[in-house]
């Protein structure tokens, strides 16, 4: 079976005299359980025994289904380079072709994996996200003394960045993230604050002061009752801008106004206004679209993982198994998308659960 294939280079950590369940074939029953609503090792386990005539027609199980032990000491031990690498090559097969496309980049903690009263304890994982394509194109683990700055770069060098933009918030607002992604030819969109005081308060007054002379684009968002006005200002010419010339082949700085109204009885209005810096040398439409879509990577990646696939319940903390398992998720998460149609994920997963036909239709996809 060619899901055997896709698992096959992800390499065996075991001494092979004593292995009695194929790698690729826990792998594969793992894949099946999670599309089918599993969350952790003991429901991929039980749904291994439910299933298990059903999975013989495509694999050997020379000694059955193995245990919830089984489960959790090979995604604690296998190699996570390997198995992202699984993850990177579904999602280049797929966007193959495209001459560009934009790619966030934003850091998600693992809340259950953290200790009580300790808020740098939990584990937190960077993901880089293609927003158009809702596709997972690689993450890198924060390392337990740094931050998500620290692993921006190792997932830079990992993606194929090159004609794409990279959209990044604040925290990743950094000379040197942006000279590597310029050396790695793609174009950067970063997220201004404080954190680089010289070039926001630059930024901020000059576009405060002279936004009216500047490409203008508005637009206007009616959600669940609340109504997003946005003004974005883009300024292409960077001649008064001192500390813009300290950022690798910047073009643009940006900055968008935008006026939240809430309808919950009384009527209560917020307004923000962000700033960013850009490689690109595009209009104020433009940007407005490409910061909006940075959001997918909170609004869909992160959403899902949490209400639909229950993450930030996982206490996994042992070895490799919390990247591991992150690296399924996000596995399944892109290949149910591209699968569900119209239908809620929750009730699609259900449905793939019941129907055996409906999952060897998605596998044939996956």
């Known amino acids: 079976m060619n899901l055997v294939k896709i698992f096959e280079n992800v390499p065996d950590y075991r001494t092979e005299s004593l292995i009695f369940y194929p790698l690729s074939e826990i792998l594969i029953i793992s894949l099946c359980a999670v599309l089918s609503g599993a969350d952790n090792f003991e429901e991929i386990a039980e749904y291994g025994k439910e299933k298990e005539d059903f999975l013989s027609q495509f694999l050997e199980l020379p000694h059955g289904i193995p245990s919830h032990d089984t489960?959790?000491?090979t995604f604690q031990n296998i190699e996570v380079a390997s198995f992202e690498d699984c993850l990177r090559k579904q999602s280049k097969e797929i966007l193959e072709g495209l001459d560009s496309y934009q790619i966030n980049i934003d850091g998600k903690v693992l809340r259950a994996t953290g200790k009580r009263g300790k808020k740098t304890a939990a584990i937190c994982i960077v993901s880089a996200w293609a927003a158009e394509h809702c596709l997972s194109l690689g993450q890198s683990k924060v390392d337990k003394k740094s931050n998500e700055k620290t692993a921006i770069p190792e997932i830079i060098k990992t993606v194929d960045v090159k004609g794409h933009l990279v959209s990044i918030d604040a925290m990743g607002c950094d000379r040197k993230v942006a000279s590597l992604i310029r050396f790695y030819e793609g174009h950067y969109h970063l997220a201004l604050k404080m954190n680089q005081k010289g070039l926001y308060e630059e930024v901020h007054d000059w576009m405060k002061k002279h936004k009216l002379i500047m490409d203008i684009h508005s637009d206007i968002d009616y959600v669940g009752g609340r109504i997003e006005k946005r003004v974005t200002y883009v300024c292409n010419d960077l001649t008064f801008i001192d500390e813009a010339k300290n950022w690798k082949d910047s073009r643009t700085v940006i900055m968008i106004e935008s006026e939240r109204s809430f309808k919950n009885g009384v009527t209560k209005t917020t307004n923000h206004t962000r700033f960013y810096i850009s490689s690109k040398d595009e209009n104020a439409e433009y940007?407005?679209?490409?910061?909006?879509?940075?959001?997918?990577?909170?609004n869909q990646l992160h959403w899902y993982l949490d209400v639909v696939f229950d993450e930030d319940r996982q206490r996994?903390?042992?070895?490799?198994?919390?990247?591991?398992?992150a690296i399924l998720r996000k596995l399944v998460l892109q290949t149910l998308l591209r699968n569900k149609g119209t239908k809620s994920m929750k009730t699609f997963r259900k449905k793939i659960a019941w129907n055996e036909s409906l999952l060897i239709d998605v596998l044939s996809d996956f």
């Open 316 to 325: 996994l903390k042992e070895g490799n198994a919390p990247e591991n398992m």
């Open 287 to 298: 940007f407005s679209k490409v910061t909006r879509n940075h959001w997918s990577i909170e």
């Open 71 to 73: 489960f959790r000491r």
